[in-house]
């Protein structure tokens, strides 16, 4: 087994630029860095998509109407390696900490690696849920890393106790691996695996996952640096900068998907990015509150009607909203929103928190602002059911395919005024396919055609009108 500082060493030898960069210039170079790399990348994987013919085709399941190149999630990957490599050096052991950090960095790029090569092949052939959720479940297990009688990597074993000083524990007081850590043990499991899948599900439509990420990362990076955790930051504005450099690709009508290889990889990013420096894990959740609260919604739904929680619908709240009547951009803007105004409302409660005197109230607010997201999600949901109301029709949260079309968008009535939409050009380049092929999701898909999917020759481009192109 290598050791924690075997991986000191190895991270030192691979960091000539940050050696001799002002502490404040490494956050803001590596962002840019990374920003500048993920854009530059993701024009080269369009490319090999294009080539290779590695689209997402237009099927029941997607909302999109042309193929799409789907593999963005690489560029994103590549670019956070590379500049992390530069430009992020991991803090000493710290001797109260039970975790070295360049430890659990090397750690994050191997379960990362993991995930990306695995759905990789999930978006290009298709894998069954199962074996993503093995996956899944590997990646965080190697971020545990339980060897020698401890966990020497993401542990949650406790958490601030927002009604009282000091911290509620979850059946362990250190990262020793006993029986007495298996809530802990399973709560950590929970945190990454869910955290991966809640930013797999909400990437629905153009530039969602991609702006509440970096909108998340931003805040994250800000909120380490409040608490003198300059490494961290670094890492974290790196990761932001990987991510929206990804964004005004991803923007609609977008030209390429980060597929499940991109929405994993930011998932577990946020997971570890919101547990190592600490202090943070309350931001995860009132910057993500709408996007988890929304997966738990949709997840209960689908069990009560006898469903698997991974069964496909239309009722997540970027499918409601989009059924509500609201554009593409403007579910973007709304989510954007909720996730800045939140960002700054933790921002306060950080800088507050570093009062002494005032760290208790800072934990109750925090505790009082994730039960304002809960209000802010049923007010959403609530608005909704107006709207439809307003339109003619009901979308009834309690049915994971309400009433209307079998996708669980409700379908207007004959004599409902319909919302004007005005088209827009989009661009798309695809080989000409000769037999049926395989959509990102194991699916054999016909080949494309009819209006929205004409034949075309290898090279040849195609000026698409309609809808905004969501996915």
């Excluded at 975790?99 to 990362?112: M, P």
């Excluded at 995860?284 to 997840?299: C, H």
């Excluded at 570093?354 to 007010?379: E, P, T």
Aim: hydrophobic share 50%; proline share 6%.
């Amino acid at each position: 087994m290598v050791q924690a500082g075997d991986l000191q060493l190895t991270m030192a030898a691979l960091l000539p630029v940050a050696s001799w960069l002002p502490p404040l210039a490494l956050p803001l170079l590596g962002g840019i860095a990374a920003f500048v790399l993920t854009y530059l990348l993701t024009f080269a994987v369009r490319a090999l998509c294009l080539r290779m013919g590695w689209l997402d085709y237009p099927s029941e399941r997607r909302v999109h109407t042309v193929p799409v190149p789907r593999l963005g999630g690489v560029a994103i990957f590549l670019s956070f390696v590379v500049a992390s490599l530069l430009f992020y050096t991991p803090a000493r052991n710290i001797p109260t900490s039970l975790y070295v950090e360049s430890t659990v960095y090397w750690l994050f790029l191997l379960a990362s690696l993991l995930l990306v090569t695995v759905h990789l092949i999930d978006d290009l052939i298709g894998l069954k849920p199962l074996i993503k959720l093995l996956a899944q479940t590997v990646a965080a297990a190697i971020l545990l890393a339980p060897w020698e009688g401890r966990f020497h990597g993401i542990f949650l074993f406790s958490f601030n106790n927002p009604f009282a000083p000091g911290l509620v524990y979850l059946g362990v007081h250190d990262n020793a691996i006993t029986l007495a850590a298996i809530p802990a043990l399973c709560f950590t499991w929970f945190w990454m695996v869910g955290m991966m899948n809640t930013v797999n599900l909400i990437d629905g439509v153009d530039g969602l996952a991609a702006g509440v990420v970096g909108i998340t990362g931003l805040f994250t990076a800000l909120i380490s640096w409040v608490f003198h955790q300059e490494s961290i930051a670094v890492l974290a504005a790196i990761f932001t900068g990987a991510v929206l450099g990804f964004l005004p690709h991803n923007w609609n009508p977008a030209r390429i998907f980060m597929g499940d290889t991109g929405s994993m990889f930011l998932g577990l990013g946020l997971a570890v990015m919101s547990t190592i420096g600490g202090a943070k894990l309350a931001l995860a959740l009132m910057l993500l509150g709408v996007p988890i609260l929304d997966v738990a919604v949709v997840a209960i739904n689908r069990v009560r009607h006898g469903q698997r929680p991974w069964h496909y619908d239309k009722t997540h709240l970027h499918h409601r909203l989009m059924a509500a009547g609201l554009t593409v951009k403007q579910i973007c803007y709304l989510f954007y929103g909720v996730t800045f105004a939140f960002g700054v409302l933790a921002a306060s409660l950080s800088i507050l928190s570093l009062d002494i005197a005032n760290r208790q109230n800072a934990h109750l607010f925090k505790f009082i602002s994730i039960l304002l997201v809960v209000v802010i999600m049923v007010a959403l949901i609530v608005w909704i059911d107006y709207r439809q109301r307003q339109r003619g029709g009901r979308l009834q949260l309690g049915d994971a395919t309400p009433s209307g079309d079998a996708e669980g968008l409700a379908v207007p009535t004959a004599t409902q005024e319909q919302e004007p939409t005005l088209p827009v050009e989009h661009l798309t380049s695809t080989p000409a396919p000769t037999k049926n092929q395989a959509n990102g999701n194991g699916r054999t898909q016909p080949t494309p055609n009819g209006e929205n999917a004409a034949r075309l020759e290898p090279g040849e481009l195609r000026l698409q009108t309609g809808m905004d192109q969501m996915h």
